[in-house]
DNA sequence: TATTGTTATACTCTATAACTATA
DNA sequence: TATAGTTATAGAGTATAACAATA
């Protein structure tokens, strides 16, 4: 039958293991599988060093931020705060942050960044940039530019908190 | 008290619930956040259709495909074989999604999407698009092909299921 | 013995809500 | 009463392993 043939010729067109166009040709598509693929490897990269996957987002915060109530940098990152709880704990006991009481409104903690914490900031930096390199290897340098501005407007678009970092 | 002052001022140069610098630079997290960002935009608007994340993509290897069995589909999706169970049982039971044994191998499913999955096809093609439309707005058209472009060659290099896709 | 589809299990992640201590 | 931080609970999502039927 002229189906059976026609279905056939597609299979040579599509081999096997392979995704279909319709998904590959939608950017959207592209763009939750590149993105959900980097989170996986940062989760793994940052676990061989003990870390979890925010403590490198939380750790940068407070280095580039001024004392910090939790509150502030579960914000600022988009965690709920009852996330920030755990992560702080194990960052706490690793000696890489401090939580003290504000004697102003004894309810907050204000949450530091110490020495160590600082030189961990910098060991996570590295790692996450070997991430990123790895990811764009096959990008010139001018395509990584293209790229990262088009990321920017993206999620300026939907979430505010991207806008003042466009700076530099 | 002073303090109180100086907090204010600095939240005035980095607002308060504002991304570090640091964070935003690099591509790589941009590209996880709004890469996580669209996926659960996708699994919201899908299932308002009381549709899962996967029944599109499902329903689209189907809809290109031959006949195939469902390991073909799950590895060409990257999905393990048994979750694919549990969403073919959903496209099943909504008439979307045939089962049959190959008679050659009754170890076998053979899967095919029927007349009605081929009309959702359609229905979850237009979501998928406006998703992509929502998220694209603030570039233009030629950005937007720069950054598919992008995509696709990032893809490609760490996953070669995408590399046919290329064509089109 | 190996493979297909299935089922069962367990584990991670995160969202929600309840709780405390302060205000 | 409202808020900051904490704790507890529950749910989604998924990875893993065991299983039955067939090859």
Redesign the interface.
């Given at each position: 039958m002229s189906t059976q043939v026609d279905?056939?010729e597609?299979?040579q067109?599509?081999?096997?293991?392979?995704?279909?166009?319709?998904?590959?040709?939608?950017?959207?598509?592209?763009?939750?599988?590149?993105?959900?693929?980097?989170?996986l490897a940062?989760a793994d990269e940052l676990e061989k060093l003990g870390c979890g996957l925010y403590d490198y987002?939380v750790l940068?915060?407070l280095?580039?931020?001024?004392q910090e109530t939790q509150a502030?940098v579960a914000?600022?990152?988009g965690l709920d705060r009852s996330m920030l709880v755990g992560i702080l704990d194990s960052l706490e006991e690793n000696g890489l942050v401090e939580r003290k009481r504000d004697p102003?409104d004894r309810r907050r903690h204000t949450v530091s960044i110490t020495t160590k914490g600082k030189r961990r900031l910098v060991e996570l930096?590295e790692v996450?940039?070997e991430?990123?390199q790895t990811?764009?290897?096959?990008?010139d340098e001018r395509?990584?530019k293209?790229?990262?501005e088009?990321?920017?407007?993206?999620?300026?678009?939907?979430?505010p908190?991207?806008?003042?970092?466009?700076?530099?």
């Open positions: 279905i056939q597609l299979a067109v599509a081999p096997k293991g392979c995704l279909p166009k319709e998904l590959v040709s939608n950017t959207a598509f592209l763009l939750a599988r590149v993105g959900v693929a980097i989170k940062a987002g940068a915060t280095g580039e931020g001024t502030a914000d600022a990152l102003n930096r996450t940039s991430i990123e990811f764009l290897e096959p990008l395509t990584r293209q790229l990262h088009a990321l920017l407007r993206i999620a300026c678009a939907y979430d908190r991207y806008v003042v970092g466009a700076g530099k």
